[in-house]
């Protein structure tokens, strides 16, 4: 009996974490920003603007997104892929991954936080995978760009951090 109980407590935690996961990944997948055709500079003087990189059309996927309740971050695992009608998923490699807050038409406090696999670096994973874990400030927000600022990709981190104080 003591085993049916635990094993019935340990189902229940394992189904609430997964809710919990699917949620977050949902919701950071739902907070990704008009396309911005204008673009934001930064203090680099690289150009970031919305749209194609290197000719081609991506699209982020998140596979996770784990909160760590003791530092206040996150670990975001995913991969940037091709955007192709087809459900074949090919990896998009050379992505940076960074936080920065939007200022007019500027990016400033930029904090490279990762970059997207190249399988010519690491052959243990496919093109265009990312694992990074995050602190994000008020006022941050989660971009993908590639290393010319091209195909850029905008995720606002406010409505994570509000689940995250009603939970």
């Known amino acids: 009996m003591k085993y049916f109980i635990a094993t019935i407590l340990l189902i229940t935690i394992s189904t609430k974490r997964c809710k919990s996961q699917l949620s977050l990944k949902e919701i950071l997948a739902s907070s990704q920003a008009e396309f911005n055709w204008k673009g934001y500079s930064d203090t680099n003087s690289i ?22 309740k003791n530092d206040y971050s996150f670990n975001i695992v995913g991969q940037v892929v091709i ?3 087809n459900s074949v998923r090919f990896g998009f490699c050379c992505f940076n991954i960074f936080l920065a ?13 990762g970059e997207t696999n190249s399988d010519d670096v690491n052959s243990n ?5 990312f694992q990074v874990k995050i602190q994000p400030k008020k006022g941050q927000r989660l971009f993908f760009a590639s290393s010319t600022g091209e195909g850029l990709r905008e995720y606002s981190l ?9 939970d």
């Open 125 to 129: 994973m496919q093109d265009g995978y």
């Open 101 to 113: 807050e939007v200022s007019g038409d500027s990016l400033v406090n930029i904090l490279k936080v």
């Open 47 to 68: 150009f970031y603007q919305s749209g194609k990189a290197w000719g081609i059309v991506s699209k982020i996927l998140f596979d996770s997104v784990d909160f760590f």
């Open 83 to 85: 955007d192709h009608e």
């Open 158 to 166: 406010d409505k994570l951090t509000e689940k995250l104080k009603k």
